[in-house]
């Protein structure tokens, strides 16, 4: 890398080096994805500005990539949206338990220009968000027994991501959380150290626990987006002609692994279903949940102001349907 | 730069410190930090560096490896490894060196256990050699046979290598991995045995017979709360009670409570087996912060892929290829320990053993049985300095002995390399893979 | 000279060793409360997990600091001792030499400004400052600091060090 502030400095022979790294492997769609808008970056600026992907966690966590991106050691990472809550509060907001309707208000929301102004508005906390990437809908499944409505979850042990968000939402709808690590979740289903978990459908196949659990409840509960950002010093160096160029490429890639990711879950679906015998259980009471975890959406708002804001961004974002 | 050139500094920096003669953990750092310089400025290095030291051990599973240490600190001063000799002897009391095999079956015992190769030598060699010396035992013979043998325990589970690799390989299922252990653990422990066996012979020595100074019935009985642990601790872990940590916290409290009960153990000794443990985990847990940072470092400067791209331009046999790893893995073993040679290898090889097709759990397996060999080779090993201290022998007496061991190991590592089952069998035997 | 030397080793040691061991029980205790309070209690604390990784990383620090302290990391010292005299001595200084600035730019320096700049992270269950959980590093940075100067103290003077409560009458 050199010294040039502007981008344009840079040609073929002498790149800007962008470092992204993530916790993924190389098969996810995200990662896909994300070499997709690599490969785009390259060629569409002449090679003047390659990214470096490090996939596999090969750098550290989501929590430590964040701390680099900061520090300047990486310029780019990708991560679970509500992990930026840290710099910024409103990204609580992504954690929280039926925010979207169903997958149209999703991607309809995610892709308004109201969302792509708040992604860009957040350089003073060191990081600009360059697009989202789904990870579809989470919902609970277990060896046994189907979750309909909260009260089926009452003292079951069900795992949950090592966030505040989620530990939350597991106490309001009346299950008890367990954080633990995605490796050790398998073996702690089989041995019923935990009664079940929740995760998009991919996890049945990918992650094998459709080979302990056969019940696959579709409640839904939250719809957590992956989200590719670059950090803020970075970004002022990129001339506007590029950063034009990054932002396109990164929203292709987003639109790109939408096609991906439906497959990813279809294929999931039907290999849980015919060859692990999962059955998916879909007259879920979605209702009772969400009322069951209202208060936990006003005291958010109540606790950060970020999220109420964010809250009222996406409803504009409606509104102009 | 070229990555050639980093990884010559980054091997060059370590290698020379190493041999200066300052701490590996430094070594470790320095090295990487002088290789992060061609890339990132100071202040980011030092940010990076310190941020890897401070994550490379906050992880859950790894309190495992203190909480083994503490129970194994412990057992060694409460009379429950002089109870588990007693049991072992009643086993091999008729062979020719049947002390030697006592040894040998105690080392796998506690070494089950402790899951330390280091406890097992000094509890197993401390207990036997006084009575092997009595014997007219040649001290090289006892000690060869204690050395070789102690590190069956890092194989045979509960134990902290594991826990260490399935950390650095993200979170390689550790049941399993014991599951896979057992069977090469015991295989190392037969070849020991067989070697020590023929060694015996060979000097014409007798056998010894059981201690009939106590009945059969009392040293079984004697050695039930011991064996209980065993039963406890690993069904306890395997059946999913509880995980490995929480296992070896239980097996902390249990010994502890045996230790009590035995009066072996009273609240200053177990303050300072607290410190001791405490210690030791310090060192070993700094190891772990200080090659999250060299990982860090070779990772960012692409050197595993460089390594690997080169190991591989050599040949795509992967027959050759595994045998080149465990080359370098012997070489490597002679001068290093276990933990910092987990920590830096496992990253570099285990990308290349997948892509030709060997599974996480047998190369962790593989892995960590050359590594036991590095554990009792000269020049440098901690067992064979623990061995040779408590033998009164010197590593040059005790090496000439040990070659025949080196022989039979390797050639059952060869076999854990090739035969996939090995390692495999037991764990799909039990629908964990 | 020697005695104020050996007064800081003997406190330094105790503070150490104190610590390393409190946190050993500590954790213990908590995984311990983990399993109780799984079967006995019948519904599982999470706060365990936190505290023990973090636990952890001071015990790698602190341990860390008290095995300089008594000189007990591991090491080759096969080349090191076949030097003898003053290029033995030249060999232990360079040695302890660059142990101290390592804990003086790295652990110290390094481990301040990375406390400092975690300041806006929360663990995510017990709120547990990120600073805090990284303030170790320069703490145990400043007790190498004093080791190694010690240490080197060690080295020229061939004299040992050892840990004493008061200064000499
Ligand atoms: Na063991
Ligand atoms: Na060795």
Same mark, same amino acid.
């Given at each position: ?28 769609? &995200? ?12 060629? $569409? ?40 809550? /840290? ?44 697009? +989202? ?14 979750? #309909? ?32 690590? +995605? ?87 039907? %290999? ?45 974002? #409606?509104?102009?349907? | ?47 990076? /560096? ?69 406890? @097992? ?32 325990? =890092? ?8 826990? &260490? ?30 070697? @020590? ?47 490995? /940590? ?14 009590? *009960? ?15 443990? @405490? ?20 990772? +960012? ?18 027959? *050759? ?76 007496? &005790? ?16 076999? &854990? ?17 | ?5 050996? @007064?800081? $080793? ?14 050993? /029980? ?44 008594? #000189? %007990?990391?591991?090491? =080759? ?13 030249? =060999? ?37 400052? #990120?600073?805090?959980? +990284? ?35």
């Amino acid at each position: 890398s050199g010294t040039t502030a502007d981008s344009t400095g840079y040609s073929a022979e002498n790149p800007l080096v962008l470092t992204l790294a993530h916790g993924l492997s190389e098969t996810h769609t &995200v990662h896909i994805a994300m070499t997709q808008f690599a490969d785009e970056v390259a060629e $569409k600026t002449d090679g003047r500005i390659q990214v470096k992907i490090f996939p596999n966690g090969q750098l550290g966590s989501e929590n430590e990539n964040l701390e680099q991106l900061q520090a300047g050691v990486i310029a780019m990472t990708k991560v679970s949206a509500p992990g930026l809550a /840290t710099y910024n509060d409103a990204f609580n907001t992504f954690g929280l338990p039926y925010i979207f309707n169903d997958t149209d208000d999703f991607y309809h929301v995610m892709d308004s220009q109201e969302m792509q102004d708040f992604f860009l508005s957040t350089g003073d906390d060191g990081f600009v968000t360059l697009t +989202y990437y789904t990870s579809g809908a989470r919902s609970f499944y277990t060896k046994d027994r189907a979750i #309909r409505t909260p009260a089926d979850l009452k003292g079951l042990k069900i795992r949950v991501q090592d966030m505040k968000s989620q530990t939350d939402m597991m106490s309001y709808l009346g299950g008890i959380p367990v954080a633990m690590s +995605y490796g050790d979740v398998y073996t702690s289903l089989q041995t019923g150290i935990i009664d079940g978990t929740e995760n998009n459908e991919t996890a049945l196949t990918t992650g094998k626990h459709g080979e302990v659990c056969k019940v696959y409840s579709v409640d839904q509960h939250a719809m957590i987006p992956d989200v590719l950002i670059m950090s803020e010093k970075v970004w002022e160096t990129i001339s506007p002609e590029d950063q034009e160029i990054i932002l396109e490429a990164a929203h292709d890639s987003t639109d790109a692994h939408k096609v991906m990711w439906d497959t990813a879950v279809e294929e999931a679906v039907k %290999e849980a279903q015919e060859t692990m015998g999962v059955e998916f259980v879909y007259d879920v009471d979605k209702e009772a949940f969400r009322e069951a975890t209202q208060p936990m959406i006003e005291a958010y708002e109540e606790q950060y102001p970020g999220v109420k804001t964010l809250l009222d961004t996406i409803d504009a974002a #409606r509104g102009e349907e | 730069m070229s990555i050639t050139m980093t990884t010559v500094i980054l091997f060059a920096v370590f290698g020379v410190l190493l041999f200066l003669g300052v701490p590996i953990s430094i070594s470790i750092v320095a090295s990487s930090i002088v290789t992060a310089m061609s890339t990132l400025s100071w202040d980011q290095i030092t940010f990076i /560096t310190m941020q890897k030291m401070n994550s490379g051990v906050e992880s859950f599973s790894l309190l495992a490896v203190p909480l083994f240490i503490l129970a194994g600190n412990i057992m060694n001063n409460g009379g429950i490894a002089k109870r588990l000799v007693n049991f072992a002897q009643l086993f091999v009391g008729k062979i020719p060196g049947s002390m030697a095999q006592a040894n040998i079956l105690g080392n796998m015992l506690f070494g089950a256990l402790s899951g330390s190769s280091v406890a @097992a030598a000094s509890a197993m060699g401390g207990c036997i050699s006084p009575i092997e010396e009595e014997n007219g035992y040649d001290p090289a013979y006892s000690a060869a046979a204690n050395i070789a043998s102690a590190p069956t325990g =890092l194989l045979i589970p509960p134990t902290s290598a594991f826990i &260490v690799y399935s950390t650095v390989a993200g979170g390689v299922s550790i049941s399993t991995l014991f599951m896979a252990g057992y069977i090469p653990g015991i295989l190392m422990g037969l070849c020991c045995m067989v070697v @020590a066996f023929i060694g015996a012979k060979k000097a014409g020595m007798k056998a010894t017979g059981i201690d009939h100074s106590q009945s059969i019935a009392k040293t079984v009985w004697d050695a039930v709360p011991s064996l209980l642990l065993i039963v406890i601790v690993i069904g306890g872990i395997v059946s999913g009670i509880f995980t490995a /940590t929480e296992g070896a916290g239980v097996a902390v409290l249990y010994c502890l409570i045996l230790s009590i *009960i035995y009066k072996s153990i009273d609240f200053k000794g177990f303050l300072g087996i607290l410190l001791n443990s @405490a210690k030791t985990s310090g060192i070993i847990l700094f190891l772990i912060s200080a090659s999250s940072a060299m990982s860090f470092v070779m990772a +960012y400067s692409g050197i595993p892929a460089a390594i690997s791209n080169g190991l591989m331009s050599l040949t795509d046999n992967k027959y *050759i290829i595994f045998l080149l790893m465990n080359i370098i893995l012997l070489v490597i073993g002679m001068f290093m320990d276990i933990t910092p040679a987990i920590l830096i290898f496992t990253p570099i090889f285990l990308p290349i053993a997948t892509s030709f097709g060997m599974t996480e759990i047998q190369f962790g397996v593989m892995l960590i049985f050359n590594m036991c060999l590095g554990n009792i080779t000269p020049p440098v090993g901690s067992v064979l300095f623990v061995g040779c201290g408590i033998g009164h022998v010197s590593i040059e007496q &005790v090496t000439s002995k040990l070659i025949p061991y080196f022989a039979a190991l390797v050639a059952a590592l060869l076999a &854990v390399t090739y035969i996939p089952a090995l390692s495999l069998g037991l764990p799909s035997l039990m629908g964990l893979i | 000279m020697k005695n104020t030397f050996a @007064a800081i $080793k003997f406190w330094m040691d105790k503070i150490l060793s104190i610590a390393c061991a409190v946190l050993l /029980t500590f954790m213990t205790v908590l995984v311990l409360i983990q399993v109780f309070s799984r079967y006995i209690l019948n519904s599982p604390v999470a706060f365990t997990e936190e505290l023990v990784r973090y636990s952890l990383i001071w015990t790698g620090f602190i341990g860390a600091a008290y095995a300089f302290s008594t #000189r %007990e990391h591991m090491s =080759l010292t096969l080349i090191r001792d076949k030097f003898t005299g003053k290029a033995h001595t030249a =060999l232990l200084v360079v040695i302890d030499g660059l142990i101290l600035l390592m804990a003086i730019f790295v652990f110290t320096i390094g481990g301040f400004k990375l406390a400092v700049s975690a300041s806006r992270e929360f663990s995510a269950l017990l709120g547990i400052p #990120r600073s805090l959980v +990284y303030s170790i590093a320069p703490i145990s940075g400043v007790f190498i600091v004093l080791a190694q100067i010690i240490n080197i103290y060690e080295d020229v003077t061939g004299e040992k060090v050892e840990s004493k409560e008061g200064a000499d009458k």
